[in-house]
């Protein structure tokens, strides 16, 4: 057993809350101050799948654009890249800079260094922000943000699956596009928001890793 080093610290903007990033041997750890484990190496088989589902529904778009909130140690992101063709473009949100700068160094090569993707884009800021601002811009959204709907790193995280984040999410997505959206564990008042914001709504459970490892929740929502 490796003990953890702890290699760098960083604020999260807004709340006062601070990330913590530990190498295990060849493996790494985010972790948030005062609380548990957020993510580690060894186990993203459902951060694999968010891109997966959701992306598998894009092949008839080539020039697909797809937007990822949440860059954590950048498998989501290298699962998109895998999925989609040459002339896809993938925007991933990331609120703290120093996850960016994790992720291009040596904490990268997990996820193979899709940041280094010609097709990958960064915006350091709030996903939020992004939703806001773009109308009919995106394929697909995928949200890593978080524990899923129940904010446990930042309470701002909340306003994304409010009805009003929804409907920005909607009005961001192309016609026919996909919200998909990862979390810890199922939330049956944020499915029914999903459908009260006209969303068709599957849920598919997925395993933290491969066909082992905690159970955790994929929504895809479809923009009718």
Known sequence: ??????I????????????????????FAIKIAGGGELMHSRTHGSEDKLAEIACA??????????????LG?????????RQLGPAATVVVAELVPAVVEWNRGPLGEHAGYPLNDSRAEVHVGD????????????????LDVDNGPQGLTHKGNDWLY??????????????GGA???????PDPMFTLRLKKARFLVEEVPVRAHGNKGARHLIWLAFKR
């Open 57 to 70: 529904r894009l092949t008839g778009r080539p020039a697909a654009r797809v937007l990822i909130g949440g």
């Open 8 to 27: 760098d610290t960083a604020a999260i903007p807004g709340n006062g809350g601070e990330l913590r990033l530990f190498r295990e041997g060849r493996d």
């Open 127 to 142: 996903v939020a922000e992004v939703l806001k601002a773009e109308r009919d811009a995106f394929d697909a959204i995928l």
């Open 73 to 81: 140690m950048g498998f989501t992101l290298a699962a998109a890249l």
């Open 1 to 6: 057993m490796n003990r953890p080093e702890l």
């Open 179 to 185: 919200l998909a959206v990862w979390s810890a564990g």
């Open 162 to 175: 409010s009805p009003a984040g929804l409907d920005a999410a909607m009005a961001t997505l192309r016609p």
